[in-house]
């Protein structure tokens, strides 16, 4: 009996945080999501740590098993890939921010990559626009990065 109670205690942080984000969620970090935005998770380790990417697009799509692309991303849609990794190594020197956003300075590119230090984790965050960014897509994405937060240990 005690040893249930003890797994079951061991469980509960880790599915509190899987209910707490209504959205897509590695245990670590939370992306909410709308209606009408799809994800996917992509776990794995590093260094020993748990480690994830988390992928939403605000379009229809499936993935299965480790992709080793996104989905192709249609004109005016966008896919946002957040890697959550444990700070080691060179990333521990990654700029420390206290909220995730696009880079400042508008881009015109159809793909924007940066990382930083956020929550305590590593993150990677990606970005992959399916038409040159407009203001509108780029505040989405910036209304969407803004509510990631830690759920988990």
């Not at 079951?8 to 209910?19: D, G, H």
Request: hydrophobic share 45%.
């Amino acid at each position: 009996m005690l040893a249930i109670a003890l797994s079951t205690l061991a469980l509960t942080p880790l599915a509190s945080a899987r209910r707490a984000c209504r959205g897509v969620s590695d245990g670590i970090l939370c992306l909410p999501l709308s209606r009408g935005w799809s994800s996917f998770v992509n776990r794995g380790h590093a260094g020993g740590f748990p480690a994830a990417y988390l992928l939403a697009g605000n379009f229809r799509f499936r993935l299965a098993g480790h992709p080793e692309t996104g989905p192709p991303v249609p004109p005016r849609k966008v896919l946002v890939s957040i890697g959550d990794f444990p700070m080691v190594g060179r990333s521990k020197n990654w700029r420390r921010v206290r909220r995730l956003r696009l880079p400042s300075r508008p881009i015109a590119r159809r793909f924007i990559h940066w990382e930083v230090r956020f929550a305590d984790r590593a993150v990677s965050v990606g970005v992959q626009f399916g038409s040159k960014p407009t203001a509108q897509v780029r505040a989405l994405v910036n209304a969407r990065l803004a509510l990631v937060r830690r759920v988990g240990r």
